[in-house]
């Protein structure tokens, strides 16, 4: 399959550290990055097991399990809510609740979508304990947007990104060549706060 990508979500993507973190406004493509860098873990390891998750249940159905079927044309299997993919691999979608269960797993990878839902770093840290499958990559990542001092600016920001970890932030405007043009013009009658914020 083919996806066309943002020098932003392509450096996000093919990140060589082992936590990225995809922080941007609405419209940067930040799901799709999640997705293929999820797609990209299953090929480079056949028989990989990862996750992607996310706080709610209804999100994660409604938003990001619709948006990997349609960007994939994979099927999640709506019982077990995971995707076998044709190498063996396996992607499971999870929510904030379902976490426990997730604590004798070895995953090779996992993301996490729309972070700053999360109210702290305690899901983080959680899957970072999981990554233990032997893989060519054990890595973790996520994607969200700007919600000022929390525990992501916390990590990545604060004090610049530690070792083996990349930021890479996004700004409407850096997708605006490919969103449509009275997308554009619509954010401009945000309230200023807001515009100013995207």
């Keep these: ?21 995809y922080i941007g406004a609405i419209g940067t493509g930040k799901s799709t990055a ?20 996310r706080k709610n ?5 409604d938003s990001t399990i619709k948006d990997f079927e349609t960007y994939t044309g994979f099927k999640v299997s ?24 997730l604590k004798n797993l070895n995953l090779g990878f996992f993301g996490i979508e ?7 770093n305690t899901t983080w840290e959680f899957l970072k304990m999981r990554l233990r ?19 992501i600016w916390e990590i990545w920001k604060r ?3 530690p070792k083996n970890h990349l930021l890479v932030e996004a700004i409407t405007q850096d997708h605006a060549h490919i969103l449509p043009s009275d997308y554009i013009e619509n954010l401009k009658t945000l309230p200023e706060k807001l515009y100013d914020r995207y």
């Design 1 to 21: 399959m083919r996806f066309k990508l943002t020098t932003k979500q392509t450096q996000f993507i093919g990140a060589i550290e082992q936590f990225s973190a």
């Design 34 to 53: 999640l997705i293929v860098k999820a797609l990209f873990h299953c090929q480079e390891s056949p028989g990989n097991l990862g996750a992607i998750v």
């Design 57 to 61: 249940f209804t999100d994660l159905r």
């Design 78 to 101: 709506e019982n077990k809510k995971e995707c076998v993919l044709p190498n063996g691999s396996i992607i499971l979608f999870r929510h904030g609740d379902e976490l426990p269960v």
């Design 114 to 120: 729309q972070a700053e839902e999360f109210p702290d």
């Design 133 to 151: 499958r032997d893989c060519k990559h054990r890595n973790g990542f996520i994607v969200g947007n700007t919600a000022g001092h929390n525990w």
């Design 159 to 161: 004090n610049g990104s």
